[in-house]
């Protein structure tokens, strides 16, 4: 059965460095996103894409956030400048071809820990 | 306006038994409502999704049953089994809105015991 797989699966990383987190989608889906879990608490929606640009986000998506499709497979998230609030575990999800309203099938997630 | 409440935030059942998790919005342009399972170290997994357009969907042991009015709908775990053991979330979206996001509960963590 087809999944969605997430790289890597913990990461440590001292606050300020810049981190990527790498999924790989469902091949045939066109819809992704990245949501976070902070330890505890429920899931939250950061932003989704599609069609190579950012079709929703959330406040928590500030400057400091990017995505980016860089190839046919890959989809990233990339946290220019991690703070200690950005400790959290983050999932990929991907949907589609359909897309609206189509189950989002979520990575098993990338554990981000800033010191 | 754009939560979705879920309650209990944990269950502990007996083996056999009935598990129910409830969830109730505000947001009217909601139009979606999946529930999904997490288990340790995993990601979330859909169990079972409903449109509002229906009362009640049922899928094996799972159902769910949508109060559209009271803008409210539960999740019924039927002959509940310790492998059913595991983080429940509810969650909504606007989809004929335009908006694919999912707006999650705060999760009920289900305890089966045998």
């Known amino acids: 059965e087809p999944e969605v797989t997430q790289t890597p699966s913990h990461q440590v990383t001292q606050m300020g460095q810049e981190v990527i987190l790498r999924c790989v989608p469902i091949s045939n889906h066109l819809y992704f996103y990245w949501y976070r879990q902070i330890l505890g608490q429920k899931v939250e929606f950061l932003v989704s894409f599609y069609n190579n640009e950012i079709s929703e986000k959330s406040e928590i998506f500030d400057d400091q956030f990017s995505v980016e499709r860089p190839d046919g497979s890959n989809f990233t998230l990339k946290i220019r400048s991690t703070k200690l609030e950005d400790s959290a575990m983050y999932f990929c999800?991907?949907?589609?071809?359909?897309?609206?309203?189509?189950?989002?099938?979520f990575g098993p997630g990338t554990r981000l820990l800033v010191l | 306006q754009q939560q979705v409440k879920q309650s209990p935030q944990s269950l502990i059942v007996q083996k056999g038994g009935i598990s129910i998790i409830n969830c109730a919005y505000e947001?009217?342009?909601?139009?979606?409502f999946p529930w999904y399972q997490q288990f340790p170290g995993k990601g979330p997994a859909l169990l079972i999704a409903i449109r509002p357009d229906v009362s009640e969907k049922k899928e094996g042991r799972f159902t769910i049953s949508f109060n559209k009015s009271a803008k409210q709908f539960s999740l019924h775990i039927m002959d509940s089994q310790p492998g059913d053991s595991a983080t429940y979330f509810c969650?909504?979206?606007?989809?004929?809105?335009?908006?694919?996001?999912?707006?999650f509960g705060k999760g009920t963590k289900l305890t089966v015991n045998p």
């Open positions: 947001n009217t342009a909601f139009d979606y």
């Open positions: 969650a909504a979206a606007g989809v004929q809105g335009g908006s694919e996001k999912l707006v």
């Open positions: 999800a991907s949907s589609g071809p359909q897309g609206s309203g189509e189950t989002q099938y």
